[in-house]
């Protein structure tokens, strides 16, 4: 409402080529030419374009759990239920499309849709797979655009598991579905992947190490019949099954929870193949003769309903469980004496070492178990979808651990004057040219910590005032530059620190010589450093330039800007390309990371800022507005900055100075001012209007 498609930020009163505001807003194409890092901005504002399409969306979504409910029990004669029910393929296909998520990188999981797409579609683990999709095919059609597959395929899951008498959390919707397959190419295997994470040699299967999400690339989770050179031997394989689940985030509760939850329902797929183990006559491949995994049977003999089953028969001694060949030929557990039923390795994984006591619970207890398992399903479909606050529809439960949820916006905050709040920042600057490059480089490592592949991080919460993040290394001398504000701090305690810091270094970027910005507050103060868990500096890229491209793309900032970034003032309190004029003659010292600007991949770059500073300046500012503003999705649209009662600076033309006018633009060039209907809740001020 009242902002231009998708691109919230563009209501504001300044205007023309300094226009700051397009950072948030669709590249503009001449300076995108990383397919990858583009599909990350362009993800972000189809979210903000699907909130607006779906008019009534909890009606939207209700309407799809009945269509979905209704497919569950409709066989299809080229996929034959088993059981009659597609409950488990559903949960296994939710499951697996959101199971590629690593908390390493923030990249994977099922936002994006990529399941539907090679690499992913075609790893071991995702083995008929597209049978699933091909039966919620018409459930797309039917809502075309307006439903990502990414939602439809976790509301599948969940409708599978509520239709079963299962517990569910909730549902946290806006995922968006990806063009193509691209963004889980740098999970693997492929090139991409091993030139930043290699991990392809013989004796190198198995033992995949973090960042990697899984010990087997391909695999969404561990083998089932035992780690590399174990097979068969539970306890290693406990150890295994741990390693993986925590690249994912889960803890030991979790993890038990969902594998066995999980395995309440459904089965494996592996029966003799040849010759036809079947009944006589029927097809071989499908129905009793599916071969997916090469597992086979069931967990529990009762595959169709929610039940605890799985952890009773763990523990019962009665089965007497034996280790032997299926029909296959894959080890896996059987009972001696009783029920058709089977365990595979990883599943008696689950009565070892430190999951043996939660298994215990969960077999004595099954309201734990559904409390535990609800959490953790939760947990695994919603991590990569960010702050509660990006979650959409009418089943958003309140906001989890995991997403890392902020204090709200103080009531009152919107009437806060940050006029002379900004004049005291400028008293600090003016006090010591020093200091504009300690405030640039605090607010710049405050908000640099934002992944656009998971929407964690940012500015927002200040969690740099706190461990871990302080103790960085890249976040050395930031202390002393939260020091010089906390005398503003003192005389206006009401602005947080997270607003105080993003204001602090726009000041400074702009006494350094950048133009004047717009500045958004509504910024809150986190109470702890949790929220910085596993944000911490990537620095496992094999080489330099390998390093900068990834951390661009995790960032989703285009090369251009990555580049600009490099030349924050320094000392002499200069924004300016000096920096890569300097670079590219030699002189000076460089740290091997700026060096590696040189190369091909960026050279081009360096070349563009040393013939042209106002193009510099233009890439910088829009890096720094893009990162400064990248975690703001606690508006009335996703990526919106708000939360505050009061556009108190915002929206009067006949009181507001005007932002300086930019020579080069026509007349007529800029955009109308914010009326205040328009700027709602927002607190959005140019800050050369602030002094
Ligand atoms: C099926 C392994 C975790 C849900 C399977 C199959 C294997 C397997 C081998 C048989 C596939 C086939 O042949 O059709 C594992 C391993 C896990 C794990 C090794 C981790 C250690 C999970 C989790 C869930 C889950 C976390 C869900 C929360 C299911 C379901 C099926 C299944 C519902 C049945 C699919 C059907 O009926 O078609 N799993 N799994 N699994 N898995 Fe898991």
Redesign the pocket.
Known sequence: PGSQAGCPYMMSKESGPHQTHRASCPMSGAFVDQEQAHQLHNRRLAHDERVGDWGEPDEGYAVVKQDIADALTDSKDYWPA?FGNYA??M??LA?HCA?SYRKSDGRGGCDGGRIRFSPELTWPDN??LNFALQLLDPIKEKYGSKLSWGDLIILAGNVAIESTGGPILGFCGGRIDDPNGDNSLILGPNEMQEELTPCATIDQIGTCAYPLGPTVIGNI??E?DGAHNFKGDAAESQKD?AEVFSRMGFNDTETVA??G???A??????PCMSPPCGEEGADLGIGINAF????DGKWTVR?TEWTNDYFVNLFDEGLNWTLKEGPSGKLQFFPENGPDIMM?V?DMALAEGDYRAISELYRDDIAALEHDFKHA?YH?TSADMGPASRCYGSEVPPAQDFQYPLPDVPVGYGSIDFIPVRASIQDVIDADAVNIGHLANLAYRSANTFRATDYRGGANGARIRFSPEMDWEVNAGTADALALLEPVKAAYPDVSYADLIVLAGQAAIEAAGGSSMTFCAGRVDAIDGSGSKNLDPRTYAPSEVIGIRDNNNVRGLTPEEGVALFAMPGADGVLSNAFFTNLKAGEGTFTAEEEALLDPEFSSIVDMFVEDNAKFLEMFESAWNHLMIADRFDGPLTNACAGVATPTLAGDPTTAPVAPADPTAAPGDASPTASPEESGSFIVASSTALI
């Open positions: 088993d488990g393929l949960i296994r499951w199971g083995g008929n989770y561990v089932p099954v969902l594998v939850g999980g395995h329902w459904g089965k494996s797929h592996g997916t995994s090469g597992f595959p595979l990883t399903w695994l």
